[in-house]
C-alpha cells in the first residue's frame, strides 16, 4: 500500500458574485466593482464589462471597459464620473478555464421605474404594478434571484411595459428595467411577503433637504399601541405618533428602518438619500464659495490699486 494522498477538484467554471459600491450615486460619482471568487489562485485575471441589452433574444452584448484590455489582477475595479446607468459584469479567468459572467445592480440614470403602490414593503395580498418609462417604446423587467438574473415575463406578467406582480405572490428582490436602445432605469428593491405589518417607506432615493414620512402598517386591523421606529436597529422614535416625520433628510438619515407595534415587527427598508443641485445644503455650499471668491477679489482689486498707486510715486 502506497502512502494515501487528498486530491482537491475545483470546477473549471468559477462562479463569480459581483458587487457595487456605493449602491446608489449621483451623476458623476465612481462606482467600485468587486467580483469575488470562491477558491481563487494564482494566475488569476478580472475582464470587466458593461452590458448592453438584447431584447431580440433576451440576452447582452459585452463592451470590455478601459483600462481592462489585459484584465487586471485586483478583484475590484473603479469606474469614474458614472453618468448614466449601467449593468456591469465581471469575467475572471486562468489559463484556459471558461470565465462566467454576473450582472449586478445599477445607478440612477435618465430612464426610470415607477412602483405602484409607491412603497417599499407591500403585503402578500397586493397587486404591485412597476411601469418603465423613458425615451424607448420596448422594455423589459429584470430582476435579480440569489445570484442569478430573471425576467418578469417569465415569472410574472408583462404588459407593455409594465411588470405585475399578482396577488399571493411572494417576492424580496432588486428590480430594473432595460430597453432595446441600450438603456437601464433605476433599481428599487421590493419586499412582498407574508408579512402582517409593513413599514410605509420611500421606494426611490430621497433628495437630501426634502421631507419624508415613514409609517406603520397593519393588514388586517388599525395601529391602537405606541409605535416604534428604528434606523440601522437603534431605537430613534417611540411614542403615540404612528407617523416617523424627517422635515429637512441629510445623509446621517440614511440607512435601513423598521417599525413596530402590537407586537409585530417589520422587515427592515433601506432608504437611500440623494444629493441634488438646489437644495439647502448645496445652496450654502455655493454661497460660501461666492463669499470667499468675493473676498479674494476685493483683496486683489487692492493689492492692484496700492501697487499701481507705488509705481505712480516713484515715478514723479
Known amino acids: 500500500w502506497s502512502d494515501p494522498i487528498t486530491l482537491t477538484v475545483l470546477s473549471s467554471s468559477p462562479q463569480p458574485v459581483l458587487t457595487v459600491s456605493p449602491l446608489w450615486l449621483s451623476p458623476g460619482d465612481s462606482v467600485t466593482l468587486n467580483c469575488e471568487v470562491k477558491h481563487p489562485s494564482a494566475g488569476w485575471r478580472f475582464y470587466w464589462y458593461e452590458a448592453i441589452p438584447k431584447l431580440s433574444d433576451n440576452s447582452y452584448n459585452y463592451q470590455l471597459l478601459s483600462g481592462s484590455r489585459d484584465g487586471t489582477e485586483k478583484y475590484s475595479f473603479i469606474v469614474h464620473g458614472q453618468t448614466h446607468t449601467a449593468g456591469y459584469v465581471c469575467r475572471p479567468t486562468v489559463q484556459h478555464t471558461q470565465p462566467n459572467a454576473k450582472l449586478v445592480s445599477l445607478v440612477s440614470g435618465c430612464s426610470s421605474l415607477t412602483v405602484s403602490p409607491e412603497r417599499a414593503q407591500h403585503f402578500i395580498s397586493d397587486s404591485v404594478s412597476l411601469e418603465c418609462k423613458g425615451n424607448s417604446t420596448q422594455w423589459r423587467v429584470k430582476f435579480q434571484e440569489d445570484s442569478s438574473l430573471a425576467d418578469c415575463s417569465l415569472w410574472d406578467k408583462m404588459t407593455g411595459s409594465t411588470c405585475t406582480i399578482e396577488e399571493y405572490r411572494s417576492r424580496n428582490n432588486v428590480y430594473w428595467c432595460e430597453s432595446g436602445s441600450g438603456e437601464f432605469s433605476n433599481a428599487v428593491n421590493i419586499t412582498k411577503q407574508k408579512y402582517e405589518i409593513i413599514l410605509v417607506s420611500p421606494v426611490h432615493p430621497v433628495t437630501e433637504g426634502s421631507s419624508v414620512i415613514l409609517s406603520c402598517r397593519l393588514r388586517s386591523s388599525d395601529i391602537v399601541s405606541n409605535v416604534f421606529f428604528y434606523q440601522n436597529n437603534k431605537l430613534i422614535q417611540n411614542d403615540t405618533r404612528k407617523e416617523l416625520n424627517i422635515s429637512a433628510v441629510s445623509k446621517s438619515d440614511e440607512g435601513f428602518y423598521k417599525c413596530q407595534t402590537s407586537g409585530r415587527e417589520s422587515s427592515q427598508s ?41 509705481k505712480g510715486e516713484t515715478f514723479i
Open 270 to 310: 433601506w432608504m437611500s438619500v440623494k444629493g441634488e443641485l438646489g437644495n439647502p445644503s448645496y445652496l450654502l455650499m455655493l454661497m460660501i464659495v461666492g463669499l470667499i471668491c468675493g473676498v479674494v477679489l476685493i483683496i486683489l482689486l487692492l493689492l492692484l490699486y496700492r501697487c499701481r498707486q507705488s
